[in-house]
């Protein structure tokens, strides 16, 4: 069965990003086509990203670091939670990610994002980051903002337009996932290979 992180984008105290994944789950977990998992990165207590070696030479030295590479490698695609600081993704997704190359490699991701403009800034911003490391991210994407998504920008209550685009964006996140399996398997040949 092909099985699909949703991974948390924000480790501090008082964060929505694992009520947001609860909510995402609730939804997922009606599908027969794929199995989905929350994956807390605050449950990794990763240390700055600081090895001695770049990520694509293998996992990386620390306990830590080890935990959350082996972690990342079980699944086929990824459902990222992206809440927007500054513009931009979080620091604790960007360093977990930073620990990654081999484990997210020709894998798909879709996006559930939130922010003052639905999280789209940082969504952008994670896509560049996503396609160098290879993965194929989905076009469809759910994004909340603080003003309608949040009662008083602290308590999670989605809107029915916010409920409606989690299934497009599962769709074809399960749809890419399973298309980069065969990647993956090696069952397309490079073009001009045979010639």
Do not use: C
Request: charged share 20%; glycine share 6%; proline share 5%.
């Amino acid at each position: 069965m092909t099985k699909i992180a949703i991974v948390t984008g924000s480790i501090r105290p008082g964060r929505q990003s694992l009520n947001v994944a609860n909510w995402v789950k609730s939804i997922a977990d009606q599908r027969q086509d794929a199995e989905f998992e929350i994956v807390d990165i605050a449950d990794f207590n990763l240390p700055v990203w600081a090895e001695a070696t770049p990520p694509s030479w293998g996992p990386a030295a620390s306990a830590e670091g080890q935990a959350w590479s082996a972690k990342m490698a079980e699944f086929d695609g990824f459902v990222f939670v992206v809440s927007e600081y500054n513009h931009s993704i979080t620091g604790a997704l960007k360093n977990a990610l930073d620990y990654l190359a081999a484990e997210v490699n020709n894998k798909a991701a879709g996006f559930v994002s939130y922010g003052s403009a639905g999280g789209a800034r940082a969504v952008e911003h994670l896509r560049g980051i996503l396609s160098e490391m290879q993965v194929a991210h989905v076009r469809n994407a759910v994004l909340m903002s603080l003003f309608t998504d949040f009662e008083n920008f602290s308590v999670f209550t989605p809107t029915e337009p916010a409920t409606a685009s989690v299934e497009p964006m599962l769709d074809q996140l399960v749809s890419w996932t399973k298309a980069m399996e065969a990647v993956r398997a090696g069952d397309f040949a490079p073009v001009g290979a045979n010639a």
